[in-house]
């Protein structure tokens, strides 16, 4: 899967750049698609926007759904003893996504927080 985690430009996705590639390589696995899909948006708004695009190999949700209960757990048995804490990692990363008053974070972002910044690890 490809997607964004916040939501898109207006100008969108540029397909010829990663179509062109894929009629040259037809064999591509589905992972380098998206590698060439993610590749051809970041070169379109350059490195410094602040733009995001990910390719998600969904085998492994199972996996990372897993572990993200097991997170929520750990964090939920803390709360009492770390939660300023938690709150502090929490609100150390970047929000995406502000739809309807949620705010998204990386989870990534969120677990390298509270291994600097807590006892609670991931």
Same mark, same amino acid.
Request: charged share 35%.
């Given at each position: 899967m490809v997607g +964004? /985690? /916040?939501n898109e430009? @207006? =100008?969108g996705w540029n397909y010829a750049a990663?179509? *062109?590639p894929l009629m040259t390589h037809p064999n591509a696995t589905a992972a380098d698609i998206g590698k060439m899909a993610v590749?051809?948006?970041a070169s379109q708004y350059g490195p =410094? +926007? *602040?733009l995001t695009l990910a390719a998600i =190999?969904?085998?492994r949700i199972k996996g990372f759904c897993d572990t993200f209960g097991q997170l929520a757990t750990v964090l939920k048995e803390a709360g009492a003893q770390e939660g300023a804490c938690i709150q502090t990692a929490r609100a150390s990363c970047v929000e995406y996504g502000n739809? @309807?008053?949620f705010h998204h974070v990386d989870i990534d972002k969120v677990c390298? /927080?509270?291994q600097t910044r807590c006892k609670t690890t991931c």
């Open positions: +964004s /985690e /916040e430009p @207006g =100008d990663w179509l *062109n590749n051809a948006y =410094d +926007s *602040n =190999d969904l085998k739809n @309807g008053g390298r /927080e509270l």
